[in-house]
């Protein structure tokens, strides 16, 4: 029996091959699938994030052991970030199109094999390079592993699946501070790309056993020309914004980027214009209720990302705290982003997205406040409270944002729906961390950390206006997978 009816039957696959078929076909028949198909994809978001904060505090270390300066091993963190936000909305396409479980076994496949790459590397370029690819490999999955459990849930649960999910999102990175720091002061920084290659192979395997193929598009041709444009005009946005200050604004390379960022995104909205079949419907930049969840979350995340990386400069300068201790006193914020996560999905069917929306950025934006006010007074249990309450703001939002927009975009395109706001959240995230850290410099005043903090509030405040307006959409529509 062909399990992809939209694709003309196979040739016969073989014994094994038949045997997993009908394996994956019991497993559909089950009443707990979704929950499986939920547990089996978010095993594997985790496993490509979790090193992710570990890794950041390991910097210097990995530093001094390739030989290396710390202004060139940050882009161990900075250019897998650039390249995520490139390639999320192209393989949430390219699954929308030939199948999600195809996108998501590939991406897992390639993260594993260059996860291990990536421990032999053998100097701080190669470093980069193989972290780039295999974090590009495994990050691309996200869009396709959010459409995947999408399509399993009926619509009215949905909201349920992805507040589970926002809050393992931010708990994978909390586990791999409290694991994975140990692990490399036993074994060493190459240790922890072992682990995580391991724990890749793990979710791979499970993902073929579980995860459900997805309606594909066989007659539809993948937009080349739309998803270069997108991708060097977001490249060199991206680039521009980072490196502006590291550089300075006068460098010739980020004048460059400067120049070819508009130019490509213009030919981009051209192509998408005249396109056949377009990467990015033009008819949903123009749909209100696609494009106000996806705008305010950016503005929320600008403040959000910018005062999170504020926050070990803080604490060293005001409190003269080593990076072990900075690494504990920051879990609160990722705590509290997981359980408000699993809340705000809960509340968001209840109360409606818009409501849900604007109560999580007001409480960000109350919380920035609280923590400006412990940073001036140095009052520390005041801003451990106010960073709490800064990720509790933002994960209770976060599965009405994302359930809004991929309910705007309609089932067809979830993977570039997923994909898009993935990529505008970290246009905004690179723009708070530059302007919030440009106007910190190397401060060691409390009122001049008032005032950023203040002025992340302002954000907040901003991207409540822009929610204020969003629609209240209402789930009600049967699961699609096979």
């Known amino acids: 029996m062909n399990d992809h009816p939209d694709e003309a039957d ?36 985790a496993a490509g994030s979790y090193p992710v904060t570990v890794l950041s505090a390991s910097l210097p270390r990995i530093a001094e052991n390739l030989g290396t300066s710390d202004n060139t091993i940050t882009w161990v963190i900075a250019a897998p970030l650039l390249a995520f936000a490139v390639s999320t909305p192209i393989a949430g396409k390219m699954g929308d199109l030939y199948g999600h479980r195809r996108t998501y076994l590939c991406g897992f496949l390639g993260g594993s094999i260059l996860a291990f790459a990536t421990a032999l590397a053998w100097d701080a370029t190669s470093l980069i390079a193989l972290r780039t690819l295999a974090q590009t490999a495994t990050a691309v999955s ?70 459900p193929e997805t309606r594909t598009r066989p007659g539809t041709r993948f937009d080349i020309p739309g998803s270069a444009t997108l991708g060097i005009g977001v490249t060199a946005l991206l680039i521009c914004i980072n490196r502006g200050i590291a550089w300075g604004w006068s460098h010739p390379l980020v004048m460059a ?79 509290s982003f997981a359980l408000s996560a699993r809340i705000g999905g809960i509340h968001d069917p209840l109360r409606g997205a818009r ?21 001036q007074q140095r009052w520390l249990p005041v801003f451990i409270l106010g960073a709490a309450l800064a990720g509790a703001g933002s994960g209770y939002l976060r599965p009405a944002i994302a359930n809004s927009v991929t309910l705007a975009a309609g089932d067809d395109d979830l993977g570039i729906a997923g994909g898009f706001l993935n990529m505008v959240q970290q246009i905004g995230a690179a723009i708070g961390i530059t302007v919030l850290t440009a106007l910190m410099a190397d401060t060691v005043s409390g009122t001049r950390f008032l005032f950023l903090h203040l002025l992340a509030a302002g954000m907040a405040v901003s991207a409540a206006a822009l929610a204020s307006r969003m629609d209240d959409g209402r789930p009600g529509a049967e699961p699609l997978y096979e």
Do not use: C, N
């Open 355 to 375: 409501r849900v929306a604007v109560t999580g950025m007001l409480v960000f934006a109350g919380a920035m406040v609280l923590a400006g006010i412990g940073a």
């Open 142 to 211: 996200g869009p396709s592993a959010m459409a995947m459990i999408l399509t399993t849930y009926p619509k009215r649960d949905r909201s349920r699946a992805l507040g589970i999910w926002a809050a393992v999102v931010a708990l994978s990175p909390a586990v791999g501070v409290v694991t994975g720091g140990p692990l490399i002061e036993w074994l060493g920084w190459r240790a922890l790309f072992v682990v995580q290659g391991l724990t890749v192979v793990l979710a791979l395997v499970a993902a073929v056993q579980v995860v």
């Open 257 to 335: 980027t400067l120049v070819l960022s508009p130019m490509a995104l213009l030919a981009f909205a051209r192509i998408e214009a005249t396109s056949s079949s377009p990467l990015l419907p033009p008819h949903l930049l123009r749909r209100r209720s696609f494009m106000l969840p996806i705008l305010s979350q950016a503005m929320l995340q600008s403040g959000y990302m910018g005062a999170m990386v504020m926050a070990p400069f803080l604490l060293e300068r005001r409190w003269g705290f080593r990076p072990t201790v900075i690494g504990l006193l920051m879990l609160p914020r990722p705590l």
């Open 10 to 45: 196979p040739p016969d696959p073989g014994p094994r091959a038949s045997r997993l078929q009908a394996r994956r076909a019991r497993l559909r028949q089950r009443p707990d699938y979704p929950r499986l198909v939920l547990f089996v994809a978010l095993f594997g978001t």
